[in-house]
């Protein structure tokens, strides 16, 4: 134990963060740390420690690593999310379209979706350096960018050109920040999310940066789009496993493009964990799989994130991001 807490001490700066200015827990809460066999446990020891410090009651429940994004968490941590006022969830595989985080959520409990979380981004800058609270005023005017438009168009040095509807749909956002019952967001993400209109994305993307079932990509990975589904998934060996761990689903609808996200932290870094990767400012991502919880309407059985680096993202004709800068 004397070891793993000379580890914890070093992270205890970006998990007080998490805890006070995040996900703002208050004395006799009931916290939930969610963690698995694939994660180091000085995380969650350190978020333990920090909403322990600010008089919480606390649980740590460890899992055994889930074998695709989404699945389902095991009967006993379901319980146990059902019975909590805040969960912080610092897994391996993304759980925020469960149906125990929805059902969770929906009794009033608070979600952090830190899933990838390594003791790297506890003392990363884009948790400990970034004002969440400042960086809001960038997220509204992005949302309304985004929700203003009719089309997007996202195109890449390496070849990405990809144009979707968003008409009709709403943005979302990941703010790092819960204050009210019920709400989830990625930390220490910050991004401006929707779901395009289901047939209406065509064209290629090249994935050049981080998929979220796999970490940082090595060599680009080729989608080939067409009436919103892939038809083609091309490259090296992280082309390989994308293409297995949507076969092995036996599902059509794990290849349906789910969502536009536009990255927006901007002390991030690209590290090969989703949740700080996809809010990197100057990245924009994709995704396959399930978009229901953000206004679409494909159900999935996984939700797989896709980043591509130094895109220029058009909104109606109009360049809103490029060479890593926004243009407002």
């Known amino acids: ?71 389902e968490p095991p009967p006993q941590v379901r319980e146990a999310m059902l019975g909590s006022d805040v969960i912080l969830q610092a897994t391996s595989t993304i759980m925020a379209f469960t149906q125990a985080k929805a059902d969770a959520c929906k009794k009033g409990a608070r979600f952090a979706a830190m899933t990838g979380m390594m003791p790297e981004i506890l003392t990363s800058p884009a948790l400990t350096d970034t004002d969440f609270e400042k960086e809001q005023v960038t997220i509204e005017k992005m949302s309304k960018l985004v929700n203003s438009a009719k089309k997007a168009r996202i195109t890449t040095s390496g070849g990405t050109d990809l144009v979707m509807s968003l008409e009709g749909r709403t943005a979302d956002a990941c703010t790092s920040i819960l204050d009210v019952p019920g709400c989830s967001s990625g930390m220490p993400d910050l991004e401006v999310y929707i779901a395009p209109v ?3 994305v065509n064209g290629v993307a090249i994935i050049d940066a981080t998929i979220s079932s796999s970490g940082l990509v090595t060599s680009p990975v080729k989608l080939t789009i067409k009436n919103g589904i892939v038809q083609k998934i091309e490259g090296g060996k992280d082309a390989e ?25 901007p002390n991030a870094h690209l ?43 058009e909104l109606d004709g109009t360049v809103v991001l490029k060479g890593r800068k926004l243009s407002f």
């Open 1 to 71: 134990m004397s070891i793993l807490m000379s580890e914890v001490a070093p992270l205890m700066k970006g998990a007080r963060k998490i805890v006070k200015a995040c996900a703002r827990i208050t004395p006799e809460e009931r916290v939930l740390v969610i963690t698995d066999t694939g994660r180091d446990l000085a995380v969650a020891y350190a978020l333990m420690e920090a909403a322990m410090e600010v008089g919480s009651e606390v649980t740590v429940a460890t899992m055994k690593e889930r074998d695709v994004p989404g699945e």
């Open 241 to 265: 496993a994308l293409r297995d761990i949507l076969e092995r689903q036996k599902n059509p609808h794990v290849y349906q493009i789910a969502e536009l996200g536009i990255g927006l932290n």
């Open 198 to 200: 289901e047939d209406s």
């Open 271 to 313: 590290r090969g964990a989703i949740i700080e990767d996809e809010g990197v400012l100057g990245t924009v991502h994709i995704a396959v799989g399930d978009n229901t919880l953000f206004g679409g309407t494909n159900k999935a059985p996984i939700h797989i994130d896709m980043v591509m680096k130094d895109p220029t993202l």
